[in-house]
């Protein structure tokens, strides 16, 4: 079975501070990664995904992931956060071989940049 | 494109109560999903569909029903609503293909009281 964790629930960072949201992912086979974002109010909305070839992916308003095997990890980064980056980020994952067609979510990362 | 639409936004109901929720897509996907959040739960998967007149449970099924009539139509069915059902639901779509995204409504935030 698919498991995706986010494992801060919580980070707060002053802005034009650099930011990583942590996630790690458990599965017997390929898998494709997304990171998705929340902003109050609002559905979700899709920052990047990797789905195969450079492991280093490059996504909208300058976050980036990066993709690592052998630690089973898909972090997010951004060097230099704004107040508008303020929202509830989702890391998920989808399985390549399993018959099935579901996204597994993780229970969410809360960024709260302060002024 | 209007994207993904949800109807209603807001609902209060009473237990035992039942109501539908609408999710419309004008992007011609195949495959349509209904999730719910709950604070430190992340997004669970209720039932998906992944093509006109075709419905499968997710990880969170039981107290609701789904009916794909149209392919741009994802109607979930609530028939006897209970406080336990109080959430926040997602609909998304996507076009068939593994690597292709979910596109996500903007919500329904249900209350049951």
């Known amino acids: 079975a698919q498991s995706v964790t986010q494992l801060d629930s919580q980070v707060p960072v002053f802005e034009e501070a650099p930011v990583e949201l942590r996630c790690n992912y458990s599965?017997?086979?390929?898998?494709?990664l997304f990171w998705y974002v929340q902003y109050p109010n609002q559905g979700l909305q899709l920052l990047l995904k990797?789905?195969?070839?450079?492991?280093l992916v490059k996504g909208i308003n300058g976050f980036e992931a990066e993709f690592n095997k052998s630690q089973t990890s898909f972090h997010l980064r951004k060097p230099s956060v704004h107040i508008s980056d303020t929202a509830e980020y989702f890391c998920?994952?989808?399985?390549?071989?399993?018959?099935?067609?579901?996204?597994?979510f993780g229970t969410g990362t809360r960024l709260q940049v302060f002024p | 494109n209007a994207g993904v639409t949800q109807t209603p936004k807001f609902r209060v109901l009473k237990t035992g109560q039942s109501m539908t929720l609408l999710c419309a897509q004008d992007?011609?996907?195949?495959?349509m999903y209904w999730y719910r959040q709950d604070p430190g739960m992340g997004l669970r998967l209720i039932h998906y569909?992944?093509?006109?007149?075709?419905?499968a449970k997710g990880e969170v099924p039981d107290g609701y029903n789904v009916s794909r009539l149209k392919k741009q139509n994802f109607l979930l069915g609530l028939e006897s609503a209970a406080p336990s059902q109080t959430s926040v639901y997602f609909c998304?779509?996507?076009?068939?293909?593994?690597?292709?995204?979910?596109?996500f409504g903007p919500g329904t935030r249900l209350t049951v009281l």
């Open positions: 998304a779509s996507r076009l068939s293909g593994v690597n292709n995204e979910q596109f």
């Open positions: 992007m011609n996907h195949e495959y």
């Open positions: 599965s017997s086979v390929s898998v494709y």
């Open positions: 998920a994952v989808r399985s390549l071989s399993y018959n099935t067609d579901k996204l597994i």
């Open positions: 990797y789905l195969s070839g450079s492991t």
């Open positions: 569909s992944v093509g006109e007149g075709t419905t």
